[in-house]
């Protein structure tokens, strides 16, 4: 096995375990969002109230959302099945509100219950700053850790 060779089949693990990392930081980031009440953050559409049928932890959530399938008569007259998420698991009747989605081209809406937090619009940009601060400064000493594990460079036979 040549020096290079063996280098690279001992840093193989660092972009595996860190691309993993992310994606499990990824989901419950947005698990946790929706938790702390930062997402759904648009306007409420219609104001009803629901018949919950069934609920069950969310998978995709990591559980840390529940989704629960519902019978909802809107204020407006409508009514019909909805998908209600929520932070806990709901039986029988609920008032929900409809929230739009900001931004973007999709008119898509989230039913959750009328008691669901909404903190969108008050501290979020705020956390997104402190967030990318941390992220970035962390990333600053994993590299400088990392790089102390790299073998020397050597010098090019050409002497550049």
């Known amino acids: ?14 972009p595996v375990f860190t691309l993993l990392f992310l994606v499990v ?4 980031a947005f698990g946790s969002s929706f938790r702390l009440g930062l997402s759904p953050s648009g306007p409420v559409l219609d104001r009803g109230v629901a018949e919950v049928r069934s609920c069950r932890t969310s998978v995709p959530d990591l ?17 019909g099945h909805a998908v209600v998420r929520s932070v806990r698991p709901l039986t029988g009747t609920v008032d929900v509100v409809e929230r ?22 008050s501290w ?29 460079r050597r010098r090019s036979p050409l002497g550049q």
């Not at 930081?25 to 419950?28: E, L, T």
């Not at 559980?63 to 009514?79: D, F, K, T, Y």
């Not at 999709?106 to 937090?117: E, L």
């Open 124 to 152: 979020a940009w705020g956390l997104l700053v402190l967030g990318v601060l941390a992220c970035g400064a962390g990333g600053m000493v994993l590299g400088f850790r990392v790089s102390r594990w790299l073998p020397p």
């Open 1 to 14: 096995m040549t020096e290079r060779s063996t280098r690279e089949s001992r840093l193989w693990p660092v």
């Open 100 to 121: 739009g989605r900001r931004g973007g081209r999709n008119p898509d809406a989230a039913v959750v219950p009328a008691d669901h937090p909404d903190h969108a619009a």
């Open 25 to 28: 930081a990824g989901i419950v």
């Open 63 to 79: 559980g840390l959302a529940s989704v629960c399938q519902a019978q909802v008569r809107w204020q407006s007259g409508r009514s």
